[in-house]
């Protein structure tokens, strides 16, 4: 069966400090991947997917970026975190032929 | 583009009470139609889907039906339990041109507390 990994699901981090969320998917080969913020009160926004190793789509310009370095993970990451980074941020994968999603436990990120 | 409307909430009901929550949506092909479930700190579980007009989907004695005359995706359940306690979020991943690659469009999102 599929799974999906997502960490750290907790973490605190000063404005300006650099971000690196992590998530791996397993028993499936070449999903779609996703990342998705909710921020406090609202709904799901999609903020990058990918098709492939290294192909990256962004969804809405801001102050984070997606890489995909193997089949199987997508990290999320910032430079310089803002307080309106602030969220909480869930990985998902689908099948390529299948447009149902599946997402990891989420990471609450705090920026302070 | 496309979008989710939803019943705004909280929801607040008694165990075994019937629930609704109101969901319709704007796309500009053919969209699969999806309910998601968030419980308290955790991630979303699809709670069931509707992939074609007059579709329905069910799952935990929850039920949608695909009404594409009223572009709507209700979600009910005839006997809510204190457990069904969440975040339920209508959602939609819009087939336009054959590629969706499975981005869904979110609603807001409706918080559900079932008291005993």
């Known amino acids: 069966s599929q799974t999906i990994h997502q960490w750290p699901a907790t973490l605190v981090q000063p404005v300006g400090s650099p971000l690196s969320l992590e998530c791996t998917v397993e028993g499936t080969s070449n999903p779609n991947l996703y990342w998705y913020r909710q921020a406090a009160g609202r709904g799901l926004q999609l903020l990058f997917y990918s098709v492939g190793i290294g192909q990256i789509s962004s969804e809405v310009p801001q102050n984070l970026s997606a890489s995909r370095p193997q089949d199987r993970q997508f990290i999320l990451s910032s430079k310089k975190l803002l307080l309106s980074d602030s969220g909480f941020y869930l990985c998902a994968w689908s099948r390529q032929s299948n447009t149902e999603a599946f997402f990891g436990q989420g990471t609450r990120l705090t920026v302070v | 583009g496309d979008s989710v409307t939803q019943m705004e909430g909280p929801v607040t009901l008694s165990e075994e009470a019937f629930l609704t929550i109101n969901c319709t949506y704007t796309?500009?092909?053919?969209?699969?139609l999806f309910w998601y479930v968030q419980y308290p700190g955790e991630g979303l579980q699809l709670l069931l889907k509707a992939t074609k007009a007059d579709d329905k989907g069910s799952n935990k004695g929850f039920e949608a039906t695909y009404r594409k005359e009223t572009t709507s995706f209700h979600l009910e359940k005839g006997s809510v339990q204190v457990s069904d306690s969440a975040v339920y979020f209508c959602a939609l991943s819009d087939n336009a041109g054959g590629t969706s690659y499975g981005k869904l469009t979110f609603g807001q999102g409706t918080i559900l507390t079932v008291h005993p």
């Open positions: 796309a500009t092909g053919y969209p699969s």
